[in-house]
């Protein structure tokens, strides 16, 4: 059943009725995506967020050097969105772009409200999700100034399991802040220390 997922997800930052999660369920405007697809653009206003049953999409912008730093993996059992863009309808400074086919679940501002004035019990669950995001940007911005290209990339491993199958190299790079190059001497390097 394509909306289990995202019950069990909401179940665990309340206790819902059948009848709230059918009313949830019905908001919910099923979205798939193909590989390379681009679900937000900077510029555009993010009219989405999104729940991921299938997939990985990721969160980036271009710095002044045409470069791309990548923010965010999000991938099965997560949410995407520009928050910032989505709450005060301002033009995105991100893209969001899926990695893999991706199938998704999605919000948009009237239906959120919608959900939020008939089951103020969400309310919760979505200040909960933001404040998980929250803590794991500033988690990110302070592994990226004080640890170390090893330690980045040793947490980088521990937060997205699985996903160095998934996502090609540069993009791990890109995320790391370093070459792919660069990413290849660490990952020779914890190699050599394993054996």
């Known amino acids: 059943m394509m909306f289990a997922p995202i019950n069990e997800y909401a179940n665990r930052y309340g206790n819902f009725s059948s009848e709230d999660l059918a009313f949830f369920d019905s908001l919910l405007k ?3 995506v193909k590989k390379r697809q681009l679900l937000l653009r900077e510029g555009e206003i993010c009219d989405f967020e999104a729940y991921i049953i299938k997939g990985c999409i990721r969160n980036y912008y271009i710095d002044e050097s ?37 199938e998704l679940l999605t919000l948009n501002p ?16 979505f200040r909960l999700m933001v404040q998980r995001h929250v803590s ?21 491993m521990k937060q997205y399991p699985g996903i160095a199958m998934r996502v090609p ?27």
Do not use: C
């Not at 500033?138 to 330690?151: S, V």
């Not at 993009?171 to 792919?180: C, N, Q, R, S």
């Open 136 to 156: 794991a940007m500033q988690q990110r911005l302070f592994r990226t100034m004080a640890k170390t290209a090893e330690e980045r990339y040793i947490d980088f």
């Open 30 to 32: 099923p979205r798939s």
């Open 66 to 102: 045409g470069s791309e730093v990548i923010l965010q993996f999000a991938v099965e059992d997560w949410w995407v969105s520009d928050i910032g863009s989505f709450h005060e309808r301002k033009p995105s400074l991100l893209y969001i772009e899926a990695m893999e086919d991706s």
């Open 169 to 195: 190299q540069h993009y791990i790079a890109a995320y790391l802040g370093m070459t792919p190059e660069f990413l290849s001497k660490v990952r020779r390097r914890l190699a050599t220390k394993k054996n």
């Open 110 to 125: 009237v239906r959120k409200e919608a959900l939020l004035a008939r089951v103020p019990q969400f309310e919760r669950m």
